[in-house]
């Protein structure tokens, strides 16, 4: 198991054609933009990680209070880099560099939920009883002894994200090149 795992990492990657490159670089560039020029820190494709948290909190739930209440940001975060592991593996270059993007695009969602920890002015959505729910981050950093510092915690998590983006794009295009100079005559 432990060979065909490293063997796997060797093999060659799918190629991208020049114009789906160019498709999903300018993909990527609107999506940027819109991340940028997003006010209030819910993308549209937020609706979507909204969904897949809620369930976390359901999933995690049986496994305990702790969990269940990590429960949201930790499927948030395994659902895409679930995805970006199996297509490394099928060194799909494309759905990698998607699920990996939309993997770090997490991060700004649940940045400004950690921001608004003290605050809590962001509307909330729960399963279940709304009065058992509450807001995850303050009660996360409530118990860690963080909460002073949910704003900074916060937008560092949201750098790491954008960081994350971009060089997920910049993996994208250094995997085209690596793979049409590997593919075009010398």
């Known amino acids: ?41 819910f993308l549209l494709i937020d609706h979507v990680n909204l969904v897949v948290h809620e369930g976390g909190h359901l999933l995690f739930g049986w496994l305990g209070s702790t969990l269940g209440l990590w429960g949201g940001t930790l499927l948030e975060l395994l659902v895409p880099l679930a995805l970006a592991i199996y297509f490394t593996f099928q060194r799909q270059t494309s759905a990698a560099a998607f699920a990996a993007f939309f993997f770090f695009e997490n991060f700004l969602y649940i940045a400004t939920y950690m921001a608004d920890a003290r605050s809590q002015g962001l509307p909330l959505v729960t399963v279940g009883d709304a009065e058992s729910g509450g807001h995850d981050w303050f009660n996360i950093f409530s118990s860690l002894g963080l909460l002073p510092y949910d704003r900074a915690i916060g937008g560092t998590v949201r750098v790491l994200g954008w960081l994350g983006m971009l060089s997920t794009v910049g993996w994208l295009i250094y995997r085209a090149r690596a793979t049409s100079s590997r593919v075009s005559p010398a």
């Open 1 to 41: 198991m432990r060979w065909e795992f490293l063997e796997a990492l060797h093999e060659d990657w799918r190629p991208i054609s020049k114009p789906a490159l160019i498709a999903w670089l300018a993909f990527y560039g609107v999506f940027l933009l819109y991340a940028l020029r997003a006010r209030g820190g």
